[in-house]
């Protein structure tokens, strides 16, 4: 019985991965699965690669915690997504906290990029550059970096991360652009801003953070993704996970199934979607639970280590678009 990876490269994708994290490491039975490449064929470090385990302080980089998924997936043979070079969230005190002037705050943030991304060069097939950016209104999120640098900070971060690694797909990653609508209209409109800068820009990511029942229909998704893909960039579904109220039951589980058979045709019927990424396989590590109180069990493998019937609708969508 073949597994999604294999499913996946079946049907004309470069992949079929998932997120993982440094703590889940010790538990065999999760790593027995998460380094079976018939299974998945890509990973991303859920934390470890973010700007405060990566630069501290400034200037002082540490690449121990990335390092070891990065290892992880090279070992295994699976292809690395790299996540993340610049984002408001999971930053060191010392960004938002200091008093910055343009000029202090464009080194900085060139330096970072630079510094992180030579670092991984020869392992991210992809690096998420930028990553959630945008308000829903599709207007820019006013974090440290816009403030002080407007729209140009998106540039900086491009052409550095393009400069220190000539070789990974370079990304703009973001929840809630998944089907059209103004924030997804916005992203549309960071790769044409870059594209018309003479920068470059290769893929958005498409999260795809779901509640079961909720999610946009498969036709909604495909002519989301194909209006990036008309630009000329790829497009990847990259933290796909759809949680459910608890308690489970045959009838979410099944709703769960249907959902997730939905986004991942969604990729299979667009050429330019090359591979989906699940934001982790087992629900007891899920990010879900500890954010959105009563939800949970959002993942493909339930704590018994059991598949959930999303499994079969993933399988499903891999076999038949
Ligand atoms: O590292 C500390 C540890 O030292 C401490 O003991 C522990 C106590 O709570 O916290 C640890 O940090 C946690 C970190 O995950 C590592 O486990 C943070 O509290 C926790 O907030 C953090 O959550 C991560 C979240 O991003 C933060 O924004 C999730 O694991 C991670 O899955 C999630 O991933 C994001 C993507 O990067 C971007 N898109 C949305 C996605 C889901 O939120």
Request: net charge negative.
């Amino acid at each position: 019985n073949a597994k999604l990876n294999q499913l996946a490269k079946n049907a004309g994708k470069l992949y079929f991965g998932t997120a993982t994290d440094n703590g889940e490491l010790n538990n065999t039975q999760y790593v027995s699965i998460l380094s079976d490449r018939r299974e998945f064929g890509q990973l991303t470090p859920a934390n470890g690669m973010k700007w405060e385990y990566v630069e501290p302080e400034p200037g002082v980089f540490n690449y121990t915690d990335g390092s070891v998924v990065a290892n992880l997936a090279t070992k295994n043979h699976q292809l690395l997504r790299c996540h993340n070079l610049v984002w408001h969230s999971q930053l060191p005190d010392w960004v938002p906290n200091t008093n910055w002037t343009k000029e202090t705050l464009k080194a900085a943030l060139i330096d970072h990029v630079t510094h992180e991304a030579r670092h991984w060069a020869s392992q991210c097939y992809a690096w998420d550059v930028l990553n959630e950016a945008l308000n829903e209104d599709g207007t820019y999120r006013n974090d440290t970096f816009y403030a002080v640098l407007g729209e140009e900070y998106i540039k900086i971060a491009f052409k550095a991360a393009a400069e220190a690694d000539p070789t990974a797909k370079l990304y703009y990653n973001d929840y809630n652009i998944e089907s059209p609508g103004p924030k997804s209209t916005a992203a549309l409109g960071i790769v044409t801003m870059l594209q018309e800068a003479g920068l470059r820009i290769d893929g958005v990511g498409l999260q795809s953070h779901f509640i079961v029942g909720s999610t946009p229909t498969i036709d909604q998704q495909i002519s989301n993704m194909k209006s990036f893909t008309d630009l000329g960039v790829d497009v990847a579904i990259t933290e796909l996970d759809i949680r459910l109220l608890l308690p489970s039951n045959a009838t979410n589980l099944q709703q769960q199934s249907k959902d997730y058979e939905a986004s991942v045709g969604a990729c299979v019927q667009v050429e330019g979607c090359v591979g989906i990424t699940v934001w982790d396989f087992w629900d007891p590590v899920s990010w879900v639970p500890g954010v959105f109180a009563g939800y949970g069990d959002a993942d493909l493998w339930f704590a018994n280590f059991t598949k959930h019937p999303a499994y079969y609708g993933v399988e499903a969508a891999l076999k038949n678009g």
